[in-house]
Structures are given as C-alpha cells and as structure tokens.
C-alpha cells in the first residue's frame, strides 16, 4: 500500500465560511463532489501554490470535524491494515463512487481518517 496524498478534512454543516477563508489564504478550488452516498454531503478541496491541500466537506453533522484524508493506491489493503490496528469503521459502509471508493476509519484513540482511493478512468 502507497500512500498518494494525506490531508486534512473540515467537515462541517456550513463549508461556505471555510471555503472562503482558505481561499483568502490563496488556494483555489481544484474538485467539487456534490450528493455523496446518495446523501446531501459535498466535498471541496482545494490546493493552494505551493501544492498544500485541503478538503471542506459540508453534511448533517453535529459540530464540526478535523479529520485526516489519507488517499492510497490499494484500498483493501488499506482498509485491511487499518481494521488490523484497532480502527473501527462506524458506519460499516465504504462509498462506492464512479471515481473513488471511501471510508471514514477511527483509530482507537479517537482520531480519524478518510480512507479514500480514487479510480482512474
């Protein structure tokens, strides 16, 4: 497993405000992913110059959230290597999209990744 790309995640019920502020420190939105999981969930992530990332997603969630986005070449074995340590994934779900599959993972200490690899057409 290869990591291609780690991360932060702000999920939030209003990602306007976020999304302005990163954009006032000079990134620009690169993807915009809308109705996630068949749910009102959006993701944004913006790159500023000097190729730092950042993603703002906006859903039904109680306060907001700093979660880690880890991107990897080989998902199962990700997915596997994780549940291996302790993580837990408390949906039970991975996101199956047409250009990625997904799932948030949380360790047992509390924090939390979005485990994400991205199909390539």
């Known amino acids: 497993m290869k990591i291609t790309s ?29 109705d996630i999981d068949n749910r009102n969930i959006s993701n944004v992530t913006l790159k500023d110059a000097n190729g730092f990332h950042v993603d703002v997603a ?25 549940l291996a340590k302790g993580f837990t994934c408390p949906s039970g779900r991975v996101i199956e999209q047409e250009s990625s599959r997904s799932a948030m993972l949380v360790s047992p200490s509390g924090f939390a990744f979005d485990l994400c690899y991205h199909i390539k057409k």
């Open 6 to 34: 780690f991360n932060p995640l702000i999920v939030t019920k209003n990602a306007a405000p976020a999304i302005e502020l990163f954009e006032a420190l000079g990134f620009e939105r690169r993807h915009n992913n809308t």
């Open 58 to 82: 906006q859903a039904n969630v109680p306060h907001d959230m700093t979660i880690i986005r880890m991107n990897v070449d080989n998902f199962e074995e990700a997915y596997e290597f994780l």
